[in-house]
């Protein structure tokens, strides 16, 4: 099965029972039991829910996994994935993750136990030098949020399988249509489904998908266990938005191929980052792991004040938070979604004051430049 045919057929589709040819809603919190212990395979929906297995084998089909996982939030599934580690155990960790991620590791589970470095992935030996004994895994995001740094998903998985760890891959930005890190060597990959998968702003969720079938025995168990699941409706709309996914994806892509070349055409602005671009340090690997390059690309007007102009200009960029979606959203990571990282760190990264993030829609190309065109003057 090629991609675009996967969304369509992959996975559960339809209703045996009936012929619905969507999955229903099955909104059900218990099921009758033939006998003690008796079950057609449902016992209480938040071990498992018809509607969101349906989910979890799409996302586990379009991931070339075994097993897949649906949770209430990206979040929700990053830290269940946490869970199965143990006090004392130290992961590395991409220097420019999504902030909530460094939220999540540096405040909550550092508590816990469970420490992390971050470092910059698409450098291997920055990722080599910082594995301690105590290390178990390593978890990336490429392209990286929000200076769509590239790592090397094939090289990081070797390293890791020569020393014993686990990989970990935040697909979000990508999604299964462009890139698999399972079948580049990733023990896990997680999205949050909120944004491309999703794609309409209108739910947040979380996914998992892995390969080895005892490492989806332990998250199932602790799926059940912790209980951030997701509820069936949002499953469902989940899945209605996937079908979508190949052709929105390729409009997003021809977008912002369109945009980031007339953007680093421009004498008023200062990097660009795109990885499609081929100045783009990563465009070699990006073109060599991905079948795209995605729809986000970041550019730094040079300063926080022109910034904010430029925001406060544009009428078809919606000014908010997320990506994704196929309406263009535009922010500032320093003041939004990278604000819970201290300003001292934001500058070691690199994410100045004047640095614009675009989630690039599926409009029409011409009325996006058009818009950014008059903010920008
Ligand atoms: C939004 C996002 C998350 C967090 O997901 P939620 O669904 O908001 O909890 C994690 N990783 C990346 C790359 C994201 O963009």
């Not at 033939?34 to 016992?43: L, N, R, T």
């Not at 421009?266 to 200062?270: P, V």
């Given at each position: 099965m090629k991609r675009k045919t996967k969304l369509i057929h992959g996975g559960i589709q339809g209703d045996?029972?009936?012929?619905?040819v969507s999955v229903p809603i099955?909104?059900?919190s218990t099921y009758k039991q033939?006998?003690?212990?008796?079950?057609?395979?449902?016992?209480y929906s938040r071990t498992g829910n018809p509607t969101r297995f349906a989910l979890e084998e799409y996302i586990a089909a379009l991931e070339g996994g075994t097993r897949g996982f649906a949770f209430a939030s990206g979040m929700a599934a990053f830290s269940t994935v946490l869970m199965l580690f143990d006090k004392g155990d130290h992961f590395v960790v991409?220097?420019?993750?999504y902030g909530g991620t460094y939220r999540l590791l540096s405040k909550v589970f550092s508590r816990l136990g469970l420490n992390a470095t971050f470092v910059d992935t698409s450098d291997l030996d920055a990722v080599k030098s910082a594995i301690t004994p105590n290390t178990k895994a390593i978890f990336l995001e490429t392209?990286?949020?929000?200076?769509?740094k590239i790592s090397d998903i094939s090289a990081v998985a070797e390293l890791t399988r020569s020393q014993g760890l686990l990989l970990g891959v935040d697909n979000t930005f990508m999604t299964p249509y462009w890139q698999n890190p399972l079948e580049l060597g990733a023990d896990i990959v997680i999205h949050s489904a909120t944004k491309y998968l999703g794609g309409h702003s209108d739910v947040v969720a979380g996914l998992v998908a892995v390969k080895d079938e005892s490492l989806g025995n332990e998250l199932h168990f602790l799926q059940n266990s912790v209980g951030a699941v997701l509820g069936p409706q949002d499953s469902w709309l989940l899945m209605r938005g996937i079908k979508t996914l190949g052709v929105r994806m390729e409009e997003h892509e021809r977008n912002a191929r369109d945009l980031a070349y007339w953007l680093s055409n421009?004498?008023?602005?200062?990097k660009v980052y795109y990885?499609?671009?081929?100045?783009?340090?990563?465009h070699a690997i990006a073109k060599k792991q991905a079948g795209g390059f995605g729809g986000m690309i970041s550019f730094d007007v040079g300063s926080g004040e022109r910034a904010e102009k430029v925001l406060s200009r544009v009428?078809?960029?919606?000014?908010?938070?997320?990506?994704?979606?196929v309406e263009s959203l535009i922010s500032v990571p320093a003041k939004?979604?990278?604000?819970?990282?201290p300003p001292e760190r934001r500058a070691e990264l690199g994410i100045s004051d004047g640095l614009i993030r675009v989630s690039i829609g599926i409009e029409d190309i011409e009325d996006l430049i058009e818009d950014l065109e008059q903010a920008l003057a």
């Open positions: 045996p029972h009936t012929g619905a099955y909104q059900v033939e006998g003690v212990g008796k079950h057609k395979g449902y016992e991409g220097d420019d993750v392209p990286s949020n929000p200076l769509l421009r004498k008023d602005i200062g990885p499609g671009l081929s100045s783009h340090p990563g009428k078809y960029f919606t000014l908010a938070e997320s990506l994704g979606a939004m979604t990278h604000a819970s990282i």
